[in-house]
Every structure is written in C-alpha cells, then in structure tokens.
C-alpha cells in the first residue's frame, strides 16, 4: 500500500500527534478565525455587486485567482504543451496552506497553521514533463472522468466529520486523537488530494486510485 501511496504523484500525510492540547481543542473552531480569513481571502470567489437600469440590485460571482490559472494551465497545456513552473509552486503552495489550515480545524494537529513552513503536514505533487507525461486533450475531460471520485468522496466527507466530532469528545476526555480516526481522516485527505492533483492541477493524467 505504501508503494502505490509513493508511485502516485500526488502524497499526502500527517503526522500522528502523541498529545493534544485539550484547552485549544475545545476552542478550536474560535482560535482558527483568523487563519480562517487569510485562506478564504485567498480562494473566495471575486464578488460584485451594482444597480442596474431598473434600480435593482444585481451581484455577480467572478472567479478567483486559482480558478483562472486553472483555466489558463488548460489552455497551455492544450495548445503550447507547457505548463509554467511558477504556476504550478503557486498552486502546490496555495494547497499546502490551506491543507494546513484543514489539519488544524479538524483537530489533526495542535500547530497553528504557518503560511510557509510545513510543519507537520506533508502535502507534495511531481512537476511534470508535459510533453512526456501529459496528454494536451486530457485536461479538457479530468474533471468528468473524476465525477466517480466527487461522489464517493462526497460521503466520505460526511464520515470525515463524524470522526472529527467523536475525536473532539475524544481528545477533551483522554488528551489523544484515536488513531484509527485519525488515519480515516487523513486518508479521505490523501484521496481528495490525489483528486485534486489529477482533475484541478492537472499534474497527472494517472487516474487515481480507489
């Protein structure tokens, strides 16, 4: 199993945390507000809102910058077979922190969230050699060819949460993240990321793995 976690080009892990704090725990969904408000600042969606002729008040939902680099990294990819380095250490950059950000709101860590170092969360992705690696077509169907993975991983999210909830009580009572829980947790990370990767970053033609 470890293998194909290492063959894939897209890893995932944290490390497992001998003690948790129960104080920050507790308060842990107040303490994250701040770090909270940098990552939405980051990925939100550009908002605008104006009157038109008649007086009414229309708002308009823009993209954000993630999305319009993934966006122009298909265009590359389909008609230059390039995909610049800088935007690829943005985006693997940008996914470090808020995954980050995911660990210490879901309690898999006690550290506060940092916008460079990596702490305790192992979030890396394979540069790839487009024109070896990459298929110029492919980034225009990763998004429908990955619909499988939205939907398993969309019940799985449901369980993520579960688990966090049970572990909150957990670590309030006993100190400790129950390690069976927590690997659950994480491996719903590592699938999403892998998802992530091959569908949105478009790193990998390599579907991934179930």
């Given at each position: 199993m470890a293998?194909?976690k290492?063959?894939y080009?897209a890893?995932?892990?944290?490390d497992?945390p001998?003690?948790?704090?129960?104080?920050?725990?507790?308060f842990?969904?107040?303490?994250s507000?701040?770090i909270?408000?940098i990552?939405g600042?980051?990925t939100?969606?550009?908002?605008?809102t104006y009157?038109d002729?008649a007086g009414?008040?229309?708002?308009?939902t823009?993209?954000s910058f993630?999305g319009?680099?993934?966006?122009a990294?298909?265009?590359?990819?389909?008609?230059?077979?390039?995909?610049?380095?800088?935007?690829f250490?943005?985006?693997l950059?940008l996914?470090?922190?808020t995954t980050?950000?995911?660990?210490?709101?879901?309690l898999?860590?006690d550290?506060?969230?940092s916008t460079e170092?990596?702490?305790?969360?192992?979030?890396?992705?394979t540069?790839p050699?487009?024109?070896?690696d990459l298929?110029?077509w492919?980034p225009?169907?990763k998004?429908f060819?990955a619909?499988?993975?939205?939907?398993?991983?969309?019940?799985?999210?449901?369980?993520?949460?579960?688990a966090?909830i049970?572990?909150?009580?957990?670590?309030?009572?006993t100190?400790?993240?129950p390690k069976?829980l927590f690997d659950f947790v994480?491996?719903v990370?590592r699938?999403?990321w892998?998802v992530?990767?091959y569908?949105?970053l478009?790193?990998?033609?390599q579907?991934?793995?179930f």
């Open positions: 293998d194909k290492q063959a080009p890893s995932f892990d944290i497992y001998a003690k948790l704090d129960r104080v920050s725990s507790f842990r969904i107040f303490w507000i701040p909270l408000v990552a600042l980051l939100a969606s550009e908002v605008t009157t002729q009414n008040v229309v708002t308009q823009g993209g993630a319009a680099l993934f966006a990294t298909v265009l590359m990819i389909l008609f230059r077979q390039r995909y610049p380095k800088w935007w250490t943005f985006n950059e996914n470090r922190f980050r950000v995911g660990a210490y709101l879901f898999l860590t550290v506060y969230p170092d990596e702490q305790s969360v192992h979030l890396n992705a540069y050699d487009v024109k070896q298929s110029r492919m225009l169907f998004w060819l619909i499988p993975h939205y939907l398993v991983l969309g019940v799985l999210a449901i369980g993520a949460a579960v966090t049970i572990a909150w009580f957990a670590i309030l009572f100190g400790k993240y069976g994480v491996g990370g699938w999403s892998r992530t990767a569908a949105f478009l790193i990998t033609d579907y991934p793995p």
